[in-house]
């Protein structure tokens, strides 16, 4: 079959199509026809060398397609259901092993590249909203990239408990997108000469200068000052990930000086740990992008072969919503 494969830590450059053997089944686990691969920024801190993985890998952990065939162990998913699943190294590939507990069973009215879409992006969107913080009628979050795959969920579904949802965007293109997601005001943080200044001066200003309840930061580095700086007394930092850089050794003395603030780092595996937990969060977004209450909005399609054009993209800023490898 084929495959992306990455040969040594590096650049989107050291990502190609290969031919490799098609991967044995276990029997408790699902071998499934890929029709749709999901491309996350954890792929590229895996590729780069960010995050630990031993080489050559075959790069991705989301998808959607149709199962060829289940383990003997298996106990829900039969040849010819159509499934998703995150969490699962391998799925730039024509075909991908998935466990049972990270697969989810899709239901008829949503297709194959809307569920690789919904996946882990929405699964991280729903935990952040819902139990990182749990956000309801009178919060204010501030959501950085608010026109990202992770953004564009989050804000709807901010929006939708109540709360009120300030975004930053770079682009204008960006900023319409993340208004009509939902977002009450969006702030082009690309256009401040001092960011770690201007942005808390400008949320302040939003709201009649509290700063707000808690900020969700997946960009790290670049914003992780002015998201500190932005808060209200006791708001809370979930920094959720690092698009511009880690976030460097932080001295905890700076959580008491900016008003008792606290800081959590989560991460999308810990909040899907139980079977009840799996359903809750599947069952809801799934429910809601059927009743069109959530709206998935797929930026970019590449062929399987044009995996680092794919990259390039993610790390150029260049993509909204979310970004899909077609085999
Ligand atoms: P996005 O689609 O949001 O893309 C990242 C966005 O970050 C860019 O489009 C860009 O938006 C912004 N950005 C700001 N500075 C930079 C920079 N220097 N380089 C690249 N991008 C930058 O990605 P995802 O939705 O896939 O992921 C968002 C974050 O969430 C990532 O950090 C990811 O690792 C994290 N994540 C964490 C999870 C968890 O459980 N902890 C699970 C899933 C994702 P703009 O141009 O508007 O600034």
Request: glycine share 10%.
């Amino acid at each position: 079959m084929k495959a992306i494969t990455a040969s040594h830590a590096g650049g989107p450059e050291v990502m190609s199509l290969t031919d490799v053997p098609e991967p044995p089944c276990p029997a408790d686990k699902i071998r499934v026809r890929v029709e749709a691969a999901g491309v996350n920024f954890i792929d590229t801190y895996r590729r780069s060398g960010v995050y630990k993985v031993d080489f050559p890998m075959i790069p991705g952990s989301e998808g959607a397609g149709t199962v060829l065939d289940a383990g003997a162990d298996v106990t829900w998913a039969r040849e010819g259901d159509r499934v998703s699943w995150t969490s699962t190294s391998a799925s730039y590939a024509e075909q991908v092993i998935v466990g049972q507990s990270d697969c989810y069973s899709v239901p008829e009215a949503i297709a194959s590249d809307v569920a690789a879409a919904s996946m882990l992006q929405g699964l991280t969107a729903h935990y952040l909203a819902n139990s990182s913080f749990a956000l309801t009628e009178g919060h204010t979050a501030l959501v950085h990239a608010g026109a990202g795959g992770v953004g564009l969920l989050l804000t709807q579904m901010a929006a939708a408990r109540g709360a009120r949802v300030i975004t930053t965007v770079s682009t204008a293109e960006k900023a319409e997108l993340s208004r009509r997601a939902g977002a009450d005001a969006v702030i082009r943080y690309d256009q401040f000469a001092d960011l770690t200044a201007d942005l808390p001066r400008v949320v302040r200003d939003l709201t009649e200068g509290r700063g707000v309840n808690v900020v969700y930061d997946g960009v790290g580095k670049t914003t992780f000052d002015a998201s500190l700086a932005s808060l209200a007394t006791r708001g809370t930092l979930v920094l959720f990930g690092g698009a511009s850089g880690p976030v460097p050794p932080f001295d905890l003395q700076r959580l008491n000086a900016g008003g008792s603030l606290s800081i959590t780092r989560p991460s999308l595996g810990h909040f899907l740990h139980t079977t009840d937990e799996r359903a809750w969060r599947s069952g809801e977004l799934f429910e809601a992008i059927v009743a069109g209450t959530l709206r998935v909005r797929i930026g970019a399609k590449f062929p399987l072969e044009d995996a680092a054009d794919a990259h390039r993209a993610l790390e150029g800023r260049r993509t909204t919503g979310k970004v899909l490898l077609i085999p």
